[in-house]
């Protein structure tokens, strides 16, 4: 399986964005996850095909919102209200039903938030 993200860029805080993640193949479930200069990747928000189940960090509740397109098989990441702690490099990656990582990794797009 392979998955390309997009839809990053710059934009000031407080502001929107949408990244999106096409994957070539469908497995059991999709997700975020980001890393920021000087620090480890971290769990951002998952979303599972089938039921469209959702999962967030606790600290992005209510910002962020995951979806899915299923006849297009790509999942989005809606981004709202922007923080300059939200820059960061954004991975999408897909897991399959029996493993307990993610299996598939996207190349990641840059998102920079200016303060």
């Known amino acids: 399986v392979q998955l390309q993200a997009s839809g990053g860029g710059l934009v000031q805080a407080g502001g929107s964005l949408r990244l999106s993640c096409a994957a070539s193949g469908r497995t059991f479930s999709m997700g975020w996850f980001r890393q920021a200069p000087g620090k480890e990747r971290e769990f951002v928000a998952a979303?599972?095909?089938?039921?469209?189940?959702?999962y967030y960090a606790d600290s992005l509740k209510g910002r962020f919102a995951i979806s899915r397109d299923n006849a297009k098989n790509t999942v989005y990441l809606q981004m709202n209200s922007l923080k300059p702690e939200d820059t960061a490099v954004y991975y999408c990656?897909?897991?399959?039903?029996?493993?307990?990582?993610?299996?598939?990794w996207g190349q990641g797009t840059l998102v920079t938030v200016s303060s």
């Open positions: 990656a897909a897991r399959n039903k029996w493993s307990n990582v993610y299996d598939y």
């Open positions: 979303i599972r095909w089938t039921e469209g189940n959702t």
